[in-house]
């Protein structure tokens, strides 16, 4: 359990890593907020999502799916809750402000997901 949560962490980190600097160098616009933070918050949310369920697996491996959706759900409310007044304050977003808070949002979903679904695979 250990190696497959280190090996996680270490993926997630590298998918932090190209993705950010992907993104931010193909974006030509300014934002009206931090790409950086936004990814960093995603990537730490994603391990602390995988971490949970991890965790929960190994102890109660029925209610691991049940803990992943009731994480994903708390994941966008912290989002939320932490670039209220940063992001969600300007009434019109930009197309390019836009696409930088869906992008990261998809690509660590996707990822936790399969990650997630890992996990639930070889705990049955």
Known sequence: M?????YAI???LLLFLIVFNLHDYINS??????????YVFHAIAASFV?????????????????AYLML???KIGAFVLVFQSSVFSKAILSQSDRIGLIVPLFIFLIFEAYLVYKVLIVND
Request: net charge positive; hydrophobic share 55%; aromatic share 14%.
């Open 29 to 38: 616009q300014p934002l009206s907020f931090s790409l950086l933070k936004v």
């Open 10 to 12: 270490v993926a997630i």
């Open 50 to 66: 995988y971490l949970v369920v991890e965790l929960i697996a190994s102890k109660l491996p029925n209610q691991a799916g049940y």
């Open 72 to 74: 994903i759900f708390f």
């Open 2 to 6: 250990i190696k497959r949560i280190s």
